[in-house]
């Protein structure tokens, strides 16, 4: 299946000659040019003003309900940016269980590609492939085709941004770093979200990792302290920017021995 989704992603982008029906022999067929999808667009910043859209990359892991608990605690809504085979396989029990409980709760299930590789050492069949693994298993699990990915590291070149577009999603970065992954203590991490609401910018789009038993259980409940106290309301990525979460939604997928990493 895998294979036979990179050879249509491929196909997607090259002009595609369609042939029209004629009689055997003839020589007069009609033939019609596709253009090329165009690539995804690259976000940085939420636009809808006094948003804050907390997203937690790197998982599902153990810690994600205790982040929607927080979050919903104030009535808000979190963006989780999942791997597939990174700290943990998405189809585990427990975290498929997660993902399905976060989606039907209304926080938001993006893609952030399989095995957390950096995209732009990728060939195009690559760049697809931990794309493709990703977007299946959240269909699988949730039924809804994500709208969204963010890379890995946030690295990505024209291929990345042309493989996402062909799969029809936008790609999502940050204009608030956390810290929690670059060695910052929780400290230099509430620090960091004292100084972003001191100068109170219209919206957020922040980054964090729920995969961090320190950034769910120490980081979080300041960050949500200091952002609620400064007027913003907690929502998805897709709500801070005024569009859909996802491409399509449909019936989940019963589990199966096809749910391994």
Known sequence: MARFSLFLSTLLLSVITLVSSAPTGSENAT??????????????????????????????????????????????????????????????????????????????????????????????????????????????????????????????????????????????LWDFDSGDSTGSTVAQQKTRYDQLVGRRPSNVLSLQHDVHWNTVYETLPHAISKLRAAGYNLVTVADCLGTRKYQSVGAAEPRNANWVC
């Not at 690539?39 to 153990?62: E, H, M, R, S």
């Not at 994600?64 to 999942?82: C, D, H, L, P, Y």
């Open 31 to 172: 033939t019609i040019q596709l253009d090329p999808r165009a690539p995804a667009q690259v976000i940085t910043k939420c636009t809808v003003p006094n948003t804050a859209a907390l997203t937690f990359d790197d998982g599902p892991y153990w810690f994600m309900r205790e982040v929607i608990r927080q979050v919903e605690a104030v009535n808000g809504k979190a963006t989780f940016f999942v791997n597939g085979n990174n700290w943990a396989c998405i189809y585990n029990t427990e975290l498929s269980g997660n993902v399905r409980y976060a989606f039907e709760r209304g926080h938001q299930i993006a893609s952030h590609t399989w095995q957390h590789k950096d995209l732009t050492t990728l060939t195009w069949d690559q760049i697809h492939h931990q794309m493709w693994l990703t977007e299946q298993a959240i269909t699988r699990i949730t039924g809804a085709v994500p709208a969204f990915m963010r890379p890995p590291y946030g690295n990505h070149n024209g291929l990345v941004r042309e493989a996402a577009g062909v799969r029809g999603q936008n790609i999502v």
